[in-house]
């Protein structure tokens, strides 16, 4: 089992910027990748950015693209979520998952099998 607790979240003004941190703890020694999808209200859950443990391989869904930076800290089993340029519509919460035996980082949320409780995030415009 492994347990997520994300964090960071809150309320920024468009082009403003946050972090989102992760940190997991039990079994973190059979995460593979992790990642951070996010839903909007009325919205299916989406894929934001993903990397891989051991190597550091990141994935990025275009929206986000050179705005947001995920990165880990080995030592400490936390991801995070640099968000800068912050627009109304990265409003959302925002999940953080991990995964087991994957080689690249995935975008696909059924790649996932624990998820955090969410921490929303709101970009007034």
């Known amino acids: 089992q492994v347990q997520l607790v994300e964090s960071g979240g809150g309320f920024m003004q468009a082009g403003g910027s946050l972090r989102l941190s992760c940190a997991a703890s039990?079994?973190?020694?059979?995460?593979?990748?992790m990642g951070w999808f996010r839903q909007a209200p009325g919205k299916e859950r989406e894929f934001v950015a993903a990397?891989?443990?051991?190597?550091?391989?990141?994935k990025y869904a275009d929206p986000v693209k050179d705005r947001f930076t995920i990165s880990r800290l080995n030592a400490k089993n936390t991801v995070y979520l640099q968000m800068n340029s912050l627009k109304p519509e990265d409003t959302a919460v925002y999940y953080c998952?991990?995964?087991?035996?994957?080689?690249?980082?995935?975008?696909?949320?059924?790649?996932?099998?624990?998820w955090g409780q969410g921490t929303r995030v709101t970009v007034s415009s």
């Open positions: 039990g079994s973190t020694f059979s995460i593979s990748a």
């Open positions: 998952a991990a995964a087991y035996g994957l080689a690249s980082p995935s975008n696909y949320l059924s790649a996932y099998k624990y």
């Open positions: 990397i891989t443990w051991n190597f550091g391989s990141t």
